[in-house]
């Protein structure tokens, strides 16, 4: 089982890849941040779409939403907290598979339904977090689109 650091490691590995992905869809990296509220910046004909990533190992059927970033604190998760207009959500394997979802109206779908999801708790990260299991085949086509 990897440990938060390989975790975290992990997810910076795959920036290179990130970027590859926007330059090669037409998008302009303006800025890449370490900050809590989004990942990085893109500009495509004149807009600014600001992005949150998420950078797993494995392939799966569902997607992994945290909902409280530390029990102790009862501080809120990314669903929450991110200011991004996007949400680009990367499973890398043998294949890779790389899904983009307009993070605020996703959210409100998945605050319809959030009594429908597996809630879990990972002890793998700053404390414990709290997180939903969401069911990829569930999400509405309309707010989920694969990108690669």
Do not use: H
């Not at 004909?45 to 029990?71: H, M, P, S, Y």
């Not at 501080?75 to 929450?80: F, H, L, P, R, T």
């Not at 991110?82 to 979802?101: E, H, T």
């Amino acid at each position: 089982m990897p440990t938060f650091e390989e975790n975290l490691a992990f997810e910076k590995s795959k920036k290179p890849f990130f970027n590859k992905l926007y330059r090669n869809l037409g998008f302009e990296i303006i800025s890449r941040k370490d900050c809590k509220e989004y990942d990085c910046k893109l500009r495509r004909d004149g807009f600014v779409f600001i992005v949150e990533e998420k950078a797993l190992r494995n392939l799966w059927d569902d997607i992994c939403i945290e909902t409280i970033q530390d029990t102790e604190t009862n501080a809120d998760g990314w669903i929450y907290y991110s200011k991004a207009d996007f949400l680009v959500y990367g499973m890398f394997d043998d294949q890779i598979i790389v899904y983009r979802l307009p993070l605020r109206d996703f959210k409100v779908w998945f605050e319809q339904n959030i009594e429908n999801f597996k809630e879990i708790e990972s002890k793998k990260g700053w404390g414990i977090t709290i997180n939903k299991i969401v069911p990829i085949k569930d999400i509405p086509n309309n707010l989920i689109k694969r990108i690669c």
